[in-house]
C-alpha cells in the first residue's frame, strides 16, 4: 500500500515509491529505492525533501501513516473549503478567454522572443539592453487584466528544447494574475510581474550541458545549476531600473515555507509575500511542462498536487489564493459531468469556483463524440461536474476545443 509520511519518519529498511518534490531535478528523481542507513534519510531532508510516499508492499510499513487515498480525500475537502470560503478571484474579466486568445497568442511569441534575445545576450557575456523587456511585460500585464485566461491557458503549449524562456513568460502570466487576484495595486503587480519574467536569468550563467541535461544531474552539477539564483541576484542588482520587489522575486523563488528551500533555507515569513508567491507559482509551472526528467502533470493535477504541498512547501493561505486565479478545475481540464458527459473547461465562471463554462464534447455511455456545445454549469442546475479526466485515456486533445470557434450554447 502506497502511504505518505514525513520525511522525519522515513526509516531504513522502508521502500520509497515517490520523493513527493517532482519539481527538480536532483540526483535521486525519480528513483524508487529501499532506504539503507539513515546517511540516506539525512541527504534526502538536505535535499529539500519534506516527505515521501512509501510502498508498505515492497518495504517497512509505517502504521499510521495516511494512505494514497486518504491524502486524495483530504486535497479534495479542502480544495472545496476554499471553493466554499473564498470563492471566485472577484474581479470581472473584461472579455472573455476565448475573446482574448488571438492577442495574447502575440503577446506570447513577443514575450518569448524578447526573454530569449536578452537571456542570450547573458549568455553570450554580451551586455543587454534589459529595459527591453519592458513593453513584453507590459503585454503582459494588460493581456492578464483584460481576461487571466487567456495567456495562462497558452502557457501549456510548448517545446521542451526552450523551457527556460516559455517558463519565464508562463511565470510572468501567472504572477500577474496571482496579484491580481490578490488585488495588490498596479505598480506592485508590475514589479511583481518583472521579477516573474527575470527570475530565472541567472540559469545563464549555469552552463548548458547542465541545464539540459537529458536524464538526472550528478550532485556536483545539481549543486552548481542551485547557484542560478545567486547569479540571478548579481546580475539583477546591477540592473538601476530593477526594483527590491522584483529582486525578491528573484532571490527567493526557490526558498520554502518550512525552511527546505535554497539558498538562504529561510522559513515562514522571513520570506517576502512576493518571493513566497514566486515559489507557488514556479512549481506550478515546472510540473506542468515537459521537462527532460519528467512528463507534464495536468494543471487540475497540478493544482491538488500544490493544496497537497501546502502543507509544508508553501503558505496555505496564500496556495488558496493562488487556486482561486488559476481555478480549481484549470481552463483545458477535461472534466466528467454527472450525465456521463465530457467536457473541457472553457471559461471560468464569474460566481462559483467549481461551476465554469465548459464545452461537451462526448458522450461515454454513448462511447461517441457529440457536435461540441457549451454549458455554463453555473446557471444549469440539471449538471454538474463530478470529477476530471485524462485526454489520452479518452483519445480527446482538450486543447483543441479551447482554441476552437465558439460552440453554441444552450
Ligand atoms: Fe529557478
Same mark, same amino acid.
Given at each position: 500500500?502506497?502511504?505518505?509520511?514525513?520525511?522525519?519518519?522515513?526509516?531504513?529498511?522502508?521502500? #520509497?515509491?515517490?520523493? @513527493?518534490?517532482?519539481? #527538480?531535478?536532483?540526483?535521486?528523481?525519480?528513483?524508487?529505492?529501499?532506504?539503507?542507513?539513515?546517511?540516506?534519510?539525512?541527504?534526502?531532508?538536505?535535499?529539500?525533501?519534506?516527505?515521501?510516499?512509501?510502498?508498505?508492499?515492497?518495504?517497512?510499513?509505517?502504521?499510521?501513516?495516511?494512505?494514497?487515498?486518504?491524502?486524495?480525500?483530504?486535497?479534495?475537502?479542502?480544495?472545496?473549503?476554499?471553493?466554499? %470560503?473564498?470563492?471566485?478571484?472577484?474581479?470581472?474579466?473584461?472579455?472573455?478567454?476565448?475573446?482574448?486568445?488571438?492577442?495574447?497568442?502575440?503577446?506570447?511569441?513577443?514575450?518569448?522572443?524578447?526573454?530569449?534575445?536578452?537571456?542570450?545576450?547573458?549568455?553570450?557575456?554580451?551586455?543587454?539592453?534589459?529595459?527591453?523587456?519592458?513593453?513584453?511585460?507590459?503585454?503582459?500585464?494588460? /493581456?492578464?487584466?483584460? *481576461?487571466?485566461?487567456?495567456?495562462?491557458?497558452?502557457?501549456?503549449?510548448?517545446?521542451?528544447?526552450?523551457?527556460?524562456?516559455? $517558463?519565464?513568460?508562463?511565470?510572468?502570466?501567472?504572477?500577474?494574475?496571482?496579484?491580481?487576484?490578490?488585488? !495588490?495595486?498596479?505598480?506592485?503587480?508590475?514589479?511583481?510581474?518583472?521579477?516573474?519574467?527575470? $527570475?530565472?536569468?541567472?540559469?545563464?550563467?549555469?552552463?548548458?550541458?547542465?541545464?539540459?541535461?537529458?536524464?538526472?544531474?550528478?550532485? %556536483?552539477?545539481?549543486?552548481?545549476?542551485?547557484?542560478?539564483?545567486?547569479?540571478?541576484?548579481?546580475?539583477?542588482?546591477?540592473?538601476?531600473?530593477?526594483?527590491? &520587489?522584483?529582486?525578491?522575486?528573484?532571490?527567493?523563488?526557490?526558498?520554502?515555507?518550512?525552511?527546505?528551500?535554497?539558498?538562504?533555507?529561510?522559513?515562514?515569513?522571513?520570506?517576502?509575500?512576493?518571493?513566497?508567491?514566486?515559489?507557488?507559482?514556479? #512549481?506550478?509551472?515546472?510540473?506542468?511542462?515537459?521537462?527532460?526528467? $519528467?512528463?507534464?502533470?495536468?494543471?487540475?493535477?497540478?493544482?491538488?498536487?500544490?493544496?497537497?504541498?501546502?502543507?509544508?512547501?508553501? *503558505?496555505?493561505?496564500?496556495? %488558496?489564493?493562488?487556486?482561486?486565479?488559476?481555478?480549481?478545475?484549470?481552463?483545458?481540464?477535461?472534466?466528467?459531468?454527472?450525465?456521463?458527459?465530457?467536457?473541457?473547461?472553457?471559461?471560468? %465562471?464569474?460566481?462559483?469556483?467549481? @461551476?465554469? #463554462?465548459?464545452?461537451?464534447?462526448?458522450?461515454?455511455?454513448?462511447?461517441?463524440?457529440?457536435?461540441?456545445?457549451?454549458?455554463? !454549469?453555473?446557471?444549469? /442546475?440539471?449538471?454538474?461536474?463530478?470529477?476530471?479526466?485524462?485526454?489520452?485515456?479518452?483519445? &480527446?486533445?482538450?486543447?483543441?476545443?479551447?482554441?476552437?470557434?465558439?460552440?453554441?450554447?444552450?
Amino acid at each position: 500500500m502506497i502511504k505518505k509520511i514525513d520525511i522525519r519518519e522515513l526509516r531504513p529498511g522502508m521502500y #520509497v515509491h515517490d520523493l @513527493n518534490c517532482c519539481w #527538480v531535478a536532483h540526483p535521486l528523481y525519480p528513483t524508487r529505492f529501499k532506504v539503507q542507513s539513515g546517511k540516506e534519510v539525512d541527504r534526502l531532508i538536505e535535499l529539500g525533501v519534506s516527505s515521501v510516499y512509501i510502498d508498505s508492499g515492497m518495504g517497512e510499513d509505517a502504521p499510521n501513516a495516511a494512505t494514497e487515498d486518504e491524502v486524495r480525500q483530504t486535497v479534495e475537502s479542502a480544495l472545496l473549503k476554499i471553493a466554499e %470560503s473564498l470563492g471566485v478571484a472577484g474581479e470581472a474579466q473584461g472579455i472573455t478567454t476565448r475573446e482574448e486568445l488571438g492577442s495574447a497568442a502575440q503577446i506570447h511569441r513577443e514575450a518569448h522572443q524578447t526573454i530569449q534575445e536578452v537571456m542570450s545576450d547573458i549568455r553570450l557575456g554580451k551586455h543587454s539592453e534589459m529595459e527591453r523587456i519592458e513593453p513584453a511585460i507590459r503585454g503582459v500585464v494588460d /493581456s492578464v487584466f483584460r *481576461n487571466s485566461g487567456a495567456l495562462i491557458q497558452l502557457g501549456g503549449i510548448r517545446t521542451k528544447d526552450q523551457y527556460t524562456f516559455a $517558463h519565464s513568460v508562463n511565470v510572468c502570466a501567472l504572477l500577474t494574475s496571482f496579484a491580481r487576484t490578490l488585488k !495588490l495595486g498596479n505598480d506592485i503587480t508590475r514589479q511583481i510581474s518583472v521579477g516573474g519574467m527575470l $527570475h530565472d536569468i541567472g540559469k545563464m550563467r549555469v552552463p548548458d550541458a547542465i541545464l539540459n541535461k537529458p536524464g538526472g544531474l550528478t550532485e %556536483s552539477e545539481f549543486d552548481e545549476m542551485r547557484r542560478h539564483v545567486q547569479h540571478g541576484v548579481d546580475i539583477l542588482g546591477k540592473v538601476s531600473w530593477i526594483s527590491p &520587489i522584483s529582486l525578491q522575486v528573484t532571490a527567493q523563488h526557490h526558498e520554502r515555507y518550512d525552511g527546505s528551500g535554497y539558498p538562504a533555507g529561510l522559513k515562514g515569513d522571513q520570506i517576502s509575500q512576493f518571493g513566497q508567491m514566486a515559489s507557488i507559482v514556479d #512549481v506550478y509551472d515546472a510540473i506542468t511542462s515537459t521537462r527532460v526528467y $519528467h512528463r507534464p502533470m495536468a494543471p487540475v493535477v497540478a493544482i491538488r498536487k500544490i493544496q497537497e504541498w501546502s502543507e509544508q512547501y508553501f *503558505n496555505e493561505e496564500l496556495v %488558496s489564493h493562488f487556486i482561486r486565479s488559476v481555478g480549481i478545475f484549470p481552463l483545458g481540464t477535461l472534466v466528467r459531468l454527472e450525465s456521463d458527459l465530457l467536457a473541457v473547461v472553457v471559461e471560468h %465562471s464569474a460566481s462559483s469556483l467549481l @461551476n465554469p #463554462v465548459v464545452r461537451v464534447v462526448y458522450d461515454t455511455g454513448k462511447r461517441s463524440r457529440v457536435a461540441p456545445y457549451d454549458l455554463d !454549469l453555473s446557471q444549469q /442546475s440539471a449538471d454538474r461536474i463530478v470529477g476530471f479526466e485524462s485526454g489520452e485515456k479518452w483519445g &480527446i486533445a482538450p486543447a483543441d476545443f479551447l482554441m476552437a470557434v465558439d460552440a453554441p450554447a444552450v
